[in-house]
């Protein structure tokens, strides 16, 4: 819901109207059904509206507070907005609109910033109090809705989309050589920088202050994941009973809304879930699927096709049920709209994202994603049985390190990047943001192997699940469309930290006894125990079908690993290993090359490094050229 803009200038310079414009346009894709403006001596804030809740003039934003002393612009979507109004009402507070967007001015107005914390929902928030004259931004527990900033120490300026801030006349663009390291390292960011130098995102669960005092931006966590504490008394079926009871509450939460809201389907437990409690709140939930052409696919990925279990799910909840098949040729003509929306390069192969979404836009202005299932209910387990018997927190890191250098190994760096960018770079920083990524317990000289499984759960959360978010924000409101996500209701995460992963892992016992030295292939070996969400799938049990409940885990991705051997391939070469390669001023040539062939002639499965060469390309062009596409 909406895209959010402001800017800040510590010495009260006065804002243009015009300059405040020309950032919300920017994004005006986040926000097509209108625009909204408040300027005061030093500050702006601008506001792209996408109707979702009280689409009257009453829930337009900037908002104020009816004491007059707080302006916001917020976007997102608070679940539990109606209990606080009535709490707020109580307390001699006045409401002119059903919004949510009110609930926050006259929450900030009663409780102050400290009112951040009680929101259960999405969001993205820049409050000004007028009195103080202080700019508050907060952003919500998992950070599901983006904000970016960019300090220079006289000004600040946000914004949902760094394409806003790049609208500011005294920003230019420069390439952060240490965010480069980091993505090609881990095909994300572990840390908040972003390969624009100078841009950072705000933390999740944070808020921060900025006055005229300000010197330095300090974030200030009001909220963390904890795994670490599991209620070991709780039984199976007490898990399991209470699991479905807030599953079904937090789907039933974020059905509210005022214009249709919708589900993807993929096929696979999490969204089956999340169709099957929400198609029995409507009468005939859209639901859509997106499918891959497969008549030139061969090996593991001519399982990639989840169009005959989306079908049978939509057959049997009665959805109205919507298609769309990708082949290869879908990649070419999306690449560029794709790393433009993203800006800020993050996990996978996401063009299927911006396809789905943009069929789903169509029918629906809310569509219910399912992410977030695996990471709470241990999801990945052929990820965890990898590292759950290490015998020291430093083996846990050598292991768990290994698995998330998924694109380029610190070793090969040198032949990965030109010699000037090395020589930039810091070879040992990408070991250290990950290791900083933990909270261990340090008096604990033994972890077991349930500990070290919920360290992966804590780590996941932190790091692949926030990746994950963001492509789901930004390629949905590319197409005006919001996705909201109902594993990340605030009752149901605190459970679910709470669940032993005895519990969440069906194998976890059996997998303790195996020795895995007796494995030639420890990859058979995890992908046998194939037993994550456990207590999930016993909880949905009876909603959905038995083989979609017991179906193997598979991840939402198109064919690539056939398509870049196939019709791709040319495309790939053109697009990598030519004189026009603006990547190539950073990226080595002959390591790519190296890649591209080993992928299309020996095949090497290099489908995730070849996806992030391409998208660093786009990301050169469009930013860094200003070209066109």
Not at 556 to 573: Q, T
Not at 574 to 579: A, M, N, Q, R
Request: proline share 3%; glycine share 6%.
């Amino acid at each position: 819901m909406c895209g959010i803009v402001g800017i800040y200038n510590l010495n009260r310079e006065p804002i243009a109207h015009q300059r405040l414009k020309s950032m919300a346009d920017a994004i005006a894709h986040r926000g097509p059904d209108g625009e909204g403006y408040f300027i005061a001596e030093g500050i702006g804030l601008a506001h792209r509206r996408l109707s979702i809740l009280d689409i009257s003039s009453n829930g337009a934003q900037p908002m104020t507070s009816k004491d007059g002393q707080w302006t916001i612009v917020f976007n997102g979507c608070i679940y539990n907005y109606l209990e606080l109004k009535q709490e707020l009402q109580r307390k001699g507070h006045q409401f002119i609109s059903s919004s949510d967007t009110e609930v926050i001015s006259e929450g900030l107005a009663a409780y102050g910033p400290s009112f951040f914390e009680r929101l259960n929902g999405m969001f993205a928030v820049g409050a000004w109090h007028h009195q103080e004259e202080v700019l508050y931004l907060s952003r919500d527990r998992y950070g599901i809705k983006p904000l970016y900033y960019w300090f220079t120490g006289k000004a600040l300026v946000f914004a949902s989309e760094i394409k806003a801030i790049m609208q500011h006349p005294s920003f230019s663009v420069k390439l952060n050589m240490g965010a480069l390291n980091e993505y090609f390292t881990f095909q994300n960011m572990f840390t908040y920088r972003t390969l624009f130098d100078g841009v950072e995102m705000l933390p999740p669960a944070n808020t921060v202050k900025i006055s005229t005092h300000t010197t330095e931006i300090k974030h200030q966590a009001w909220w963390d994941y904890n795994f670490s504490e599991p209620d070991q008394k709780i039984s199976f079926e007490d898990a399991k009973n209470e699991t479905e009871r807030l599953f079904k509450n937090a789907v039933s939460r974020q059905m509210i809304a005022d214009v249709p809201v919708g589900s993807y389907l993929s096929g696979g437990m999490d969204s089956g879930s999340i169709t099957a409690i929400a198609s029995s709140h409507v009468d005939r939930l859209a639901t859509f699927t997106c499918g891959f052409d497969m008549s030139e696919v061969t090996g593991v990925e001519a399982n990639y096709d989840e169009r005959r279990d989306a079908e049978l799910m939509a057959n049997h909840f009665k959805t109205e049920h919507y298609e769309q098949v990708l082949n290869a040729g879908d990649i070419k003509w999306s690449l560029p709209r794709v790393v433009h929306h993203l800006e800020d390069l993050r996990v996978g192969m996401s063009y299927p994202n911006y396809y789905i979404s943009r069929l789903a836009s169509k029918f629906v202005k809310v569509c219910l994603q399912g992410t977030g299932g695996d990471e709470l209910f241990g999801g990945y387990p052929w990820r965890y049985y990898r590292v759950f018997q290490s015998v020291s927190q430093k083996e846990y890191f050598n292991n768990y390190y290994d698995f998330w250098q998924r694109l380029v190994p610190d070793t090969e760096k040198n032949q990965l990047f030109t010699r000037e960018v090395f020589g930039q770079i810091d070879l040992n920083e990408p070991r250290q943001i990950f290791e900083r990524v933990f909270t261990f317990n340090d008096s604990l000289k033994y972890q077991s192997p349930e500990q070290h499984i919920n360290n992966s759960l804590y780590f996941e959360s932190k790091t692949f699940l926030p990746g994950l978010f963001l492509v789901g924000d930004k390629l949905a409101m590319a197409n005006g469309l919001e996705e909201r996500f109902p594993f990340m209701d605030n009752d149901l995460v605190n459970f679910a930290q709470k669940i032993p992963i005895k519990h969440k892992l069906g194998n976890l016992e059996a997998m303790k006894r195996i020795n895995e030295n007796q494995f030639g292939n420890k990859r058979k070996l995890y992908q046998e125990f194939d037993d994550g969400k456990n207590v999930l799938r016993k909880a949905m049990m009876g909603f959905m079908p038995d083989k979609i409940i017991n179906r193997q885990k598979q991840g939402f991705s198109a064919p690539d690993e056939s398509w870049y051997r196939g019709e791709n391939a040319n495309y790939i070469k053109e697009l990598l290993l030519s004189k026009k390669t603006i990547s190539s001023d950073f990226i080595s040539q002959d390591y790519i090359k190296k890649i591209v062939n080993e992928h299309i002639n020996d095949h090497v499965n290099h489908r995730l490094l070849i996806w992030s060469f391409m998208n660093f390309e786009w990301w050169c062009k469009i930013f860094l050229n200003n070209e066109k596409y």
